[in-house]
């Protein structure tokens, strides 16, 4: 069925052994070990957490995959429907969730965010490890959720100036929403200490390579 990633973290289940030639062989990575099926990435808005995630996606499509979250907030230039989010209006975002067809939803910024059930189905079909980029409660719901199977990685900026600084020069808010993001930076950043780890994005480089080693061992 495809299903060892999520099978290796089941603790009533036993692992099943690798089939000769498949999955991570010898000499197949530099890594060397499986990735936990569901892995958050947090930080506050600016902090960089989209660059890192999509380098990290790029360099690993085989092993991982991004979940695209619901969300009512409206389109960035560049971003595309279905693949950076499922842009929602308020009255289907708020049907979903009668439905129970959400994980977790959070209201941010005066916006709902949440992630589809549907992801995680599909994660497990691939046999992918699913990478989240939310904020900082849906993380903790997520590994409330899935304490065994999920691992939780807060990206911190080098200081509050810098965060300013990057929201800034991103030039996709105006001033207001960016005051709202920084009002709420300190808040994510008093969570971090409830996170696996904790990287701080200086040297961008260095914080992808730290992010991967924590993925990959
Ligand atoms: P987030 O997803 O956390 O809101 P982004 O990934 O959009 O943040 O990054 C915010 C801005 O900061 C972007 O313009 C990005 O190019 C820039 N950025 C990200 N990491 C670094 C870094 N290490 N040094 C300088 N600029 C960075
Ligand atoms: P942005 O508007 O910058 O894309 O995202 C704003 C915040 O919402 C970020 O902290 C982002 O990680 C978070 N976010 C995105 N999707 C989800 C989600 O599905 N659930 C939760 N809880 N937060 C999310």
């Known amino acids: 069925m495809g299903l060892r990633r999520w099978a290796a973290c089941q603790p009533f289940k036993k692992n099943p052994p690798l089939p000769a030639g498949e999955g991570w062989g010898e000499g197949s990575s530099v890594f060397s070990h ?35 979250s619901a969300t009512t907030r409206a389109m960035r230039p560049g971003e595309r429907e279905g693949v950076d989010y499922f842009f ?10 009668r439905a129970g067809g959400l994980i977790e939803y ?14 995680i189905e599909r994660a ?30 807060f990206i911190a900026p080098p200081s509050l100036e810098v965060l300013e600084s990057r929201l800034t020069s991103r030039e996709t808010e105006n001033p207001e929403v ?6 709420r930076a300190e808040m994510e950043m008093s969570m971090a200490q ?6 701080v994005n200086d040297n961008l480089e260095a914080a ?5 080693r924590l993925i990959f061992g």
Request: hydrophobic content about 40%; aromatic content about 8%; overall charge neutral.
């Open 34 to 68: 499986m990735p936990k099926p569901l892995i958050v990435i947090s930080a506050p808005s600016g902090a960089g957490k989209t660059t890192i995630t999509k380098r990290i996606l790029a360099a690993h499509p085989g092993e991982l995959m991004f979940s695209v």
């Open 88 to 97: 929602l209006t308020r009255e289907k975002f708020e049907e979903l969730i």
């Open 106 to 119: 959070e209201e941010i910024f005066g916006n709902y965010y949440g992630t589809p059930t549907e992801e």
């Open 124 to 153: 497990k079909r691939m046999n992918k490890s699913l990478l989240f980029d939310i904020d900082v409660k849906g993380g903790i719901s997520i590994r409330t959720k899935y304490p065994t199977e999920s691992q939780l990685i």
């Open 178 to 183: 960016i005051a709202r993001r920084l009002a």
């Open 194 to 199: 409830k996170y696996d780890h904790v990287v």
């Open 208 to 212: 992808v390579n730290e992010v991967e």
